[in-house]
């Protein structure tokens, strides 16, 4: 059960919540998008390959609510894949881009990218890896809150969230060499545009966040532009600041449990120690929390353009670029 304060408990003659629907009703729109991007790259993909990429990501994670309800041998399978005669040439090659993509996307050699695509059968990979890495991304969210709710759920009805035609604002996603599923594309617009339109963490915080995340994921573009918020006055500009948190004067120390947050869920998930989850409760409400968990489910975005070198590097070579987002959750670049 999840060691975050949530309420379970049935209303109305309703069944009890589990875990994971109480936690994904604190940002109710932003968890129902996410919900869906996660159904959507499992109907727009292959989708034994996927299971097979989750489990093994869930194997690394120490993720319960997918081991707990796995298959034994299948996961007794994955431990020494490499080695192992019964995985496919296919498979090798997708399990050998996702142990990569997971910790380090801009390693990811054009080889890899070749034999992924090969393994699919497809001219370019990215609709697989944008299921990847909404997965990934879940996995990490169950890991570090310890919900043990069976997950994956089972398949539901089929969802519809839009058209391409949603992408308006970032363009740079899906360039005219990107095949990427365009459901896939819209639902995961959908919940770019939930989540940054929430506003349970103040912006200077919010930002803070998104730059550690931006230097942990080493996404040029992200480095480059920064969001237009009341910064210290000590602080020309905020990415110093946040290289070495720690020893920071300048940030406070709900904003460095912040980064701290970012930090567990990007490198140990399930090693959150109680002294942590203590300044967590003491700085957050579960809503907030949740929120911060969920942005950088967005900011790690990303992830499939860096590890298909599709980055579209720094907007700017000689200054910062300035964005913000508008009333909808879009993000917009503010340049001249």
Not at 168 to 197: H, M, Q
Not at 253 to 259: D, F, H, I
Request: with cysteine; proline share 6%; charged share 25%.
């Amino acid at each position: 059960m999840t060691w975050l304060s949530v309420n379970t408990q049935a209303t109305g003659g309703a069944a009890p919540a589990t875990d994971l629907d109480a936690l994904l009703a604190l940002n109710s729109e932003a968890g129902k998008t996410l919900m869906d991007f996660i159904a959507i790259a499992q109907q727009v993909n292959e989708p034994a390959l996927l299971d097979l990429c989750r489990l093994r990501m869930a194997q690394l994670f120490n993720c319960k609510a997918v081991l707990d309800n796995a298959d034994e041998a299948s996961v007794a399978r994955l431990t020494n894949w490499h080695k192992s005669p019964d995985v496919s040439k296919a498979e090798c090659a997708a399990l050998d881009f996702t142990e990569l993509f997971i910790v380090a996307p801009s390693h990811i050699s054009p080889a890899q990218r070749a034999n992924l695509a090969a393994a699919l059968g497809v001219d370019e990979p990215s609709t697989f890896v944008y299921g990847l890495y909404i997965n990934e991304a879940m996995l990490r969210f169950l890991t570090f809150l310890d919900v043990d709710t069976p997950y994956p759920r089972p398949p539901g009805d089929t969802v519809a969230v839009g058209e391409k035609s949603d992408r308006k604002f970032i363009e740079w996603v899906d360039g005219e060499s990107s095949r990427t599923d365009p459901s896939l594309l819209a639902a995961y617009y959908a919940f770019n545009r939930a989540t940054c339109s929430l506003h349970g963490i103040d912006e200077l915080t919010d930002e803070i966040v998104r730059l550690r995340s931006a230097e942990y994921h080493d996404c040029k573009f992200c480095q480059s532009v920064r969001r237009i918020v009341d910064k210290p006055d000590e602080a020309d500009d905020l990415m110093p600041e946040v290289r070495d948190y720690h020893a920071s004067g300048v940030l406070t120390p709900r904003q460095k449990t912040a980064l701290e947050v970012l930090d567990a869920f990007l490198v140990e998930p399930a090693n959150l120690h109680a002294e942590l989850k203590a300044r967590i409760e003491q700085h957050f409400t579960p809503a907030q929390l949740v929120e911060l968990l969920m942005k950088e489910m967005f900011w790690m975005s990303n992830k499939p353009m860096i590890s298909l070198g599709t980055d579209p590097g720094a907007v700017s070579s000689s200054a910062l670029t300035p964005f913000e987002y508008d009333a909808e959750g879009n993000f917009v670049l503010l340049t001249t």
